[in-house]
């Protein structure tokens, strides 16, 4: 499957948000997804299922002052 994630193209075989954050190493609880523009919270991440062509946003808080 085909998805943009942070911009950048990805191939991967994940079908669900849950999946496909383990896949890139995503695995924290502090991080916020978003599919399409759409916010999803972390409990329904292992449901979320990913279309192909998909946009996933995924943020995490940063440190600075």
């Not at 499957?1 to 924290?28: F, P, R």
């Not at 995924?58 to 600075?64: E, F, K």
Request: charged residues 25%.
């Amino acid at each position: 499957m085909k998805l943009m994630v942070n911009g950048e193209a990805h191939e991967v075989a994940a079908t669900t948000l849950e999946a496909l954050l383990a896949a890139l190493d995503y695995e924290a609880d502090w991080l916020a997804t978003a599919v399409n523009n759409d916010l999803v919270h972390k409990s329904n991440r292992a449901e979320f299922q990913l279309n192909d062509g998909d946009r996933i946003e995924i943020l995490s808080p940063m440190q600075g002052g």
